[in-house]
């Protein structure tokens, strides 16, 4: 194996590594020595790849949120009707949030931190706004081809964050409380019809 295959090989085995151990432990109590005894490798090595464990963390979630996006762009395909394309989002992105389960509460902490921390909120809601104009753009379609109501579409799109980031809380606290799958296409049904 050549060096390069070899360095990408050990990325992705520190993220793994990473990613299990905030599963395991959490952000906070998660340091970067426990990360390399669990992969095998020195500090060295580690910092070779990353420049902080923020630094990781933030690689992890532009990850997960990368294959999300690609999730919610599949769902586009699906449908020319807008409302109905809304509706299969919440389909096509449950599988994503269930194989991420355990770091969904990282997801949250990582909220949480980016309110104390100018530089970590900057990165928090530049995907926060991504995601926004995703689902604003959609409705503004849905309003212009009739299948949704006319609607301040920015203010519908915070809404249905608001209600995903709600759900995805519930789901974490009460995992058998409901289909939350199934409750978030009827919030998404009720809130656009």
Request: proline share 2%; glycine share 6%.
């Amino acid at each position: 194996m050549n060096q390069e295959k070899r360095s990408i090989e050990t990325k992705k085995n520190i993220l793994k590594a990473a990613a299990e151990c905030f599963a395991e432990y959490g952000f906070e109590v998660t340091d970067v020595n426990k990360i390399c005894k669990k992969v095998g490798l020195t500090k060295g090595a580690f910092y070779h790849h990353f420049s902080s464990k923020q630094d990781l963390f933030l690689e992890l979630l532009d990850g997960w949120i990368n294959k999300a996006a690609n999730q919610l762009d599949s769902a586009q395909l699906d449908s020319k009707d807008t409302l109905k394309i809304l509706i299969r989002i919440t389909e096509k992105i449950q599988p994503v949030f269930e194989e991420a389960d355990s770091q969904l509460p990282l997801f949250l902490d990582l909220y949480i931190k980016a309110i104390r921390e100018p530089e970590l909120k900057k990165v928090v809601m530049k995907l926060y706004q991504k995601f926004l104009s995703f689902f604003t753009d959609i409705i503004e379609k849905g309003i212009k081809e009739g299948s949704i109501k006319k609607v301040c579409a920015e203010d519908v799109a915070k809404i249905l964050f608001s209600v995903a980031i709600g759900l995805l809380m519930q789901g974490l606290l009460n995992p058998q409380g409901a289909d939350w799958g199934d409750l978030a296409k009827k919030s998404f049904g009720l809130l656009l019809k």
